[in-house]
């Protein structure tokens, strides 16, 4: 018997099992696809010469993560590339907002679109070489964030205190106005905010555009050499190594509960999992509450809470093989590995507008990604490895473009779809299309059936908007992984701090379970009521 079962082999599940065995429990991570990895993972798919990533690729926060800092991967193999140049966002006009690696750079770049930028752009970086790193302590580690939380207000208060607070709680297009002449500026801090769902007139979203842009100017946007799934190979070699145990496709049907208290689990093949010390789920939270634990064990509070739980944007990508670069009419594109693709801040209000209406959007924002710009081992020399997805309505009650898209995802309406990207694309690298050798269409049902945690495509395991973090997450209460029946525990991004490849969830769970659990009560009365 395990001390530990942990449902899910994702990053987070992944992360939860090494610190556990690392303080000695035996683990078992029981995970229901065929392979580890969650939305970690890359494969040859879409042609043989080519590497593709199937989910996430560019990695900040894991560049930042002091969780797998901890974890010394690289003795287990993985090393990282960059990039020649963070992320661009061109304009149709030639003109192009790049983030490169040193600020001073980034900086000469904005006076292009106005001189005083410059110093505006320094100025912000110079905020965050003062904070950044109790911020990100803070937000990585169990909420609330007793110590880095006091570094990180004793520093706020050096670095402008409530100005500073005020300004990351504005909208990003606010933001961007009040710290930027020109557009390019206000271009990086949009776009970054719109890798959540989070539209530039929402409140937050300026914080996170930020948190986002200097995380890309401090760490850069790195990824794993040879392809996403070289980290979770290292997280696998890690455990396997400390004696953990890895099953792969074996889902988890249930959770076992006796007197209040998770001791193991039940696969959909009716075996059974004791565990002697703890459950942690690297599930989303819907999933975890009304289908594996059921709603006898639940309070009534905590079930109309549930129903309303928002899940963030549904996502639409496209994977390419293409036989040459592409053709960028703003040549600073070219050596980025990532690039945003919108007609300015107003194209992204316009996109956020048209999903929060229920409407397919007709010119869709896309986030592209060059792999083998930012890693040549990808694809032959004088290739490119690609992606590109973008997001959509969790429920489609029209299509803003010609095609008459409902949310079916039928092979008709995925061509569609892929054929709209692929235009969005086009205008800003016109002869594009001709360089597509094969590509790969990923649904977001396909996401879906491929990772049940990406529900309908949702990325982050529900919103990124304020009314959904900290203690809010995911439904109003602690914001921590304790849950309502003891011994068990919230190891995924449903969890705080969320979305993104940091393992933070996991390494909150962990260490949950690691302490006396005299606690349980006292941190969960307020869901218990």
């Not at 529900?462 to 809010?472: D, M, N, R, S, Y």
Request: hydrophobic content about 45%.
């Amino acid at each position: 018997m395990p001390d530990a079962v942990v449902i899910g082999a994702g990053p987070n599940g992944l992360v939860a099992a090494n610190l556990l065995a690392d303080a000695g429990w035996s683990v078992e991570v029981l995970e229901a696809q065929p392979e580890p990895g969650g939305a970690v993972r890359s494969d040859r798919g879409v042609h043989p010469d080519h590497v593709s990533d199937l989910f996430s690729s560019f990695y900040p926060l894991a560049a930042a993560s002091p969780v797998l800092a901890r974890l010394d991967l690289a003795a287990e193999g993985l090393r990282w590339s960059h990039a020649p140049s963070v992320l661009a966002h061109p304009l149709r006009d030639g003109r192009c907002a790049v983030l490169h690696r040193r600020a001073q750079e980034t900086s000469a770049g904005l006076a292009e679109f106005a001189p005083a930028d410059a110093d505006a752009w320094q100025a912000l970086y110079e905020v965050w070489t003062r904070v950044g790193p109790d911020v990100v302590q803070a937000l990585f580690t169990p909420f609330p964030p007793v110590r880095s939380g006091l570094r990180l207000a004793a520093r706020l208060r050096a670095a402008g205190g409530l100005r500073l607070a005020r300004e990351l709680a504005l909208p990003v297009r606010r933001l961007g106005e009040e710290q930027f002449a020109g557009e390019g500026g206000r271009l990086l801090l949009a776009g970054n905010a719109l890798h959540a769902d989070l539209s530039p007139e929402a409140a937050g979203s300026g914080g996170f555009g930020w948190l986002m842009s200097m995380l890309g100017q401090s760490h850069g946007f790195p990824v794993p050499v040879g392809g996403a799934g070289a980290l979770t190979a290292a997280l696998v070699s890690r455990l396997r190594r400390r004696g953990g145990v890895l099953r792969c496709g074996e889902r988890v049907a249930s959770v076992v509960v006796r007197g209040g208290r998770a001791v193991g689990v039940r696969t959909a093949g009716g075996e059974g999992v004791d565990a002697r010390r703890a459950v942690l789920a690297d599930t989303s939270a819907p999933a975890l509450y009304r289908e594996l634990v059921g709603e006898e064990h639940l309070s009534a509070r905590l079930l109309r809470d549930l129903e309303r739980f928002q899940w963030d944007f549904a996502t639409f990508k496209v994977d390419w093989a293409l036989t040459g670069p592409v053709p960028w009419t703003a040549p600073q594109a070219s050596g980025a590995g990532t690039v945003h693709l919108a007609d300015g801040v107003d194209g992204l209000t316009r996109f956020a507008a048209q999903i929060a209406a229920g409407q397919v959007p007709d010119e869709p924002f896309a986030l592209f990604g060059q792999m083998t710009t930012a890693d040549p081992t990808r694809s032959p020399a004088g290739t490119e490895s690609a992606w590109a997805y973008t997001h959509l309505p969790q429920r489609i009650t029209s299509d803003a473009g010609p095609d008459g898209i409902t949310g079916r995802w039928d092979t008709r309406e995925q061509e569609a779809m892929a054929d709209r990207v692929e235009a969005q694309v086009e205008r800003y690298a016109p002869g594009f299309r001709a360089l597509i050798g094969a590509r790969r269409i990923l649904a977001p049902t396909t996401l879906q059936a491929m990772n049940e945690n990406l529900h309908n495509g949702a990325i982050n395991n529900g919103t990124t908007a304020l009314h959904q973090q900290t203690v809010f997450r995911p439904t109003p209460g602690t914001g921590r992984p304790e849950t309502p029946v003891k011994g068990l525990y919230l190891a995924s991004a449903a969890a705080h701090p969320g979305g993104g490849v940091h393992g933070a969830p996991g390494a909150n769970a962990a260490r949950a379970a690691l302490r006396p659990h005299g606690l349980h009560t006292l941190l969960h009365r307020a869901q218990r009521i």
